[in-house]
């Protein structure tokens, strides 16, 4: 969600953007903090601080909290598809209201439409679709994780069946709703080319060569007879650096600025693991999912016996109490996890704590920084 909640906070101070609406679900579960039952939040950005008075009150970007679903509990992603007409429905209330509200600032009494719809992930794809396809306007998909790849490789795993997979994830409906997104959008962003090339390609509504002449066509003013593949954008991830405190120079030397403060409580949670802290640290933070690929970064460290004598690995996969209570996927990557050190014997050179802050990842990416 983090990532989303950036790319609206950075598109909402970008030059020629009005308004962003980040379109979310409202939650009043009594064990959620209040702030996910507000129906709007404003999202502040350091480069937005002024902008008001020369856009108007209603410009910036938001987080807006349809409420749809049960009201009092949080739901996971796979159990939202039966309301996702209800949050079209919210959503589309919203944007009509907002496009007359805003036309009083910059419309001249017009109604002003959004330029483009978004969806991320394939529930969000499927309400986009319904959202583009009733006001007529543009959309553009991020799928985040395949569900077409997601099933072959927990196929390739053996531990469920087809039927058993689409059970737990309902993946077959989210399958269906990225074949549906995959038509309507006119642009899809990827992060990597082999997304397109590996993951996308196995989609009915796609395929690499295919695609490649006809946009060659289309260049050419060409016939397509028909035929359309939206446009496949690849926009490597990034990470917003700026709430960052970093204490180098540009050399990664140590700065020294004035009287030494205490350490964040974080840095002792973590180097306590360690028998030698002072070897550099490699540094994963990522949630304990297959996708994330934990699993493989530790066996690659375990069996590099110079990278093991030269630095130490430091895993920061979410927060949990008892592996046996949490979630099946993310219990098993973690039990794996576990049992690759000790068959690696990495005790004393990998770091896994169960506890943090989101505040606290910055002063973790610091202490990386730090042991170099």
Not at 64 to 91: C, N, S
Request: net charge neutral; proline share 6%; charged share 25%.
């Amino acid at each position: 969600v983090k990532y989303v909640v950036e790319f609206a906070k950075a598109l909402s101070s970008s030059p020629g953007v009005y308004r962003v609406d980040l379109l979310t679900r409202q939650i009043l579960a009594p064990n959620f903090d209040r702030s996910y039952g507000e129906p709007a939040e404003m999202l502040v950005s350091t480069t937005f601080k002024n902008s008001k008075q020369e856009k108007g009150e209603n410009s910036g970007g938001y987080i807006i909290r349809i409420p749809f679903g049960p009201r009092d509990m949080y739901l996971t992603k796979e159990r939202l598809w039966p309301f996702i007409q209800e949050f079209v429905d919210g959503a589309l209330s919203h944007i009509v209201r907002m496009s007359k509200t805003i036309s009083e600032e910059i419309g001249c009494g017009h109604p002003v439409w959004p330029a483009v719809i978004h969806g991320h992930y394939a529930s969000a794809g499927i309400a986009a679709t319904l959202l583009s396809g009733a006001l007529n306007l543009p959309m553009a998909f991020t799928g985040h994780f395949l569900g077409k790849d997601k099933l072959e490789g927990l196929l390739k795993q053996g531990r469920q069946s087809r039927e058993e997979i689409n059970m737990t994830y309902k993946i077959m409906r989210r399958i269906e709703a990225e074949e549906l997104s995959l038509d309507a959008s006119e642009i899809v962003i990827a992060s990597t080319r082999q997304e397109i090339e590996e993951q996308w390609n196995l989609y009915d509504g796609f395929e690499v060569i295919l695609a490649r002449k006809l946009r060659a066509r289309v260049k050419r003013g060409a016939n397509c007879y028909g035929r359309y593949m939206p446009r496949m954008v690849i926009i490597p991830p990034g990470v917003e650096f700026g709430h960052i405190i970093h204490d180098f120079d540009i050399d990664g030397e140590e700065e020294n600025h004035g009287p030494a403060s205490e350490d964040p409580p974080i840095w002792s949670q973590i180097m306590r693991f360690f028998t030698n802290p002072r070897k550099p640290m490699i540094l994963a933070v990522a949630r304990p999912y297959p996708e994330k690929n934990i699993t493989t970064l530790v066996k690659a460290f375990g069996e590099c016996r110079p990278l093991r004598e030269l630095a130490n690995l430091t895993l920061i996969m979410g927060n949990r109490e008892a592996i046996s209570k949490m979630h099946n996927t993310s219990a098993s990557v973690l039990t794996s996890v576990l049992t690759l050190i000790d068959e690696y014997d990495l005790y004393g050179q990998v770091a896994y704590p169960k506890h943090h802050k989101h505040s606290e990842v910055p002063d973790i990416y610091r202490l990386a920084t730090r042991t170099k």
